[in-house]
């Protein structure tokens, strides 16, 4: 079973893959693949079956609307993007039925246009649909391509409340780790930091309990555990990574975001309200 690989990017993206192909570092590995199409115009490529969405949250509305003559009626757009914000975003502008939701615990940066380096050693995706009727054939394809390529890919009938769990973790890591300029390793150890970022994964829990959303029960003592017992001490939020790099932020769609929707469920977010503080400045990055 074969499939025809195509890539929508931006200009300078397109030309560093129509040259370079996509590498990839893993494991001390070096992997790189040519796709068959790489382009900026979505009319030359035309509709698809599955499209895999993964721009970061602020590019959402725009690459959506450029992705627009790939998407017919039996495509599935995927998302794995960071939060909630994009699968709300695609749901409304395509429909929930051609929506699916997907959550990825690969830690990964961008060195330059088409070129990824994987900085740990997890490849776990969890993905499925944003709703019953979103369910396809398709699903079942795409986790099998997952598992002959190595990844621990898994199709789930009920994705969301584990997209909530790693929320839970993600935007408290990414606010601690921007506030302390530090990889994980810097600051877990430190008790008030870690108290920290204990309280932001509550304010989370809090959020989507108030949403009527299920979590695992345990769910933060269990991220606290994975954090300081499992994994990688020189992970590091891709939040930092930009900051750093003077990037532009993904800040609204994922902490601006969980902020409005505890304000419509009536649930106080004192940390996520200061991180947002302090980090607001540089969104537009510089």
């Known amino acids: 079973m074969g499939a025809k690989l195509s890539v929508l990017a931006r200009p300078g993206t397109r030309d560093a893959i129509r040259m370079n192909g996509i590498w990839l570092k893993t494991g001390g590995r070096e992997i790189v693949v040519t796709p068959e199409c790489v382009t900026d115009d979505a009319e030359e490529i035309g509709p698809v079956n599955l499209i895999l969405f993964t721009v970061k949250g602020q590019d959402t509305i725009s690459a959506a609307k450029s992705m627009r003559p790939m998407v017919g009626q039996e495509t599935r757009i995927l998302t794995f993007q960071n939060g909630l914000y994009g699968v709300e975003t695609l749901a409304g502008m395509f429909g929930p039925h051609q929506v699916l939701a997907g959550v990825t615990y690969v830690p990964a940066l961008v060195e330059a246009p088409g070129r990824i380096r994987h900085t740990g050693v997890v490849k776990r995706f969890i993905f499925g649909p944003y709703v019953p009727e979103a369910a396809s054939p398709i699903c079942i394809d795409f986790a099998r ?142």
Request: net charge negative.
């Open 145 to 286: 391509f997952g598992a002959r390529a190595g990844l621990d890919l898994a199709y789930m009938e009920a994705p969301m409340p584990e997209i909530w769990a790693k929320f839970a973790m993600l935007t408290a890591f990414h606010l601690v780790s921007c506030m302390t300029r530090g990889a994980l390793g810097d600051w877990i150890d430190t008790p008030e930091t870690r108290a920290v970022y204990v309280q932001a994964m509550e304010e989370v829990v809090a959020v989507a309990t108030a949403c009527g959303v299920v979590v695992p029960a345990g769910l933060v003592a269990r991220n606290l555990a994975f954090s300081v017992e499992t994994a990688d001490p020189s992970t590091r939020a891709s939040m930092l990574d930009d900051l750093e790099r003077g990037r532009a932020l993904e800040l609204e769609g994922t902490v601006g975001w969980l902020i409005a929707t505890a304000g419509r469920v009536g649930v106080d977010v004192p940390v996520h309200c200061l991180g947002y503080a302090m980090l607001k400045p540089r969104i537009a990055g510089g």
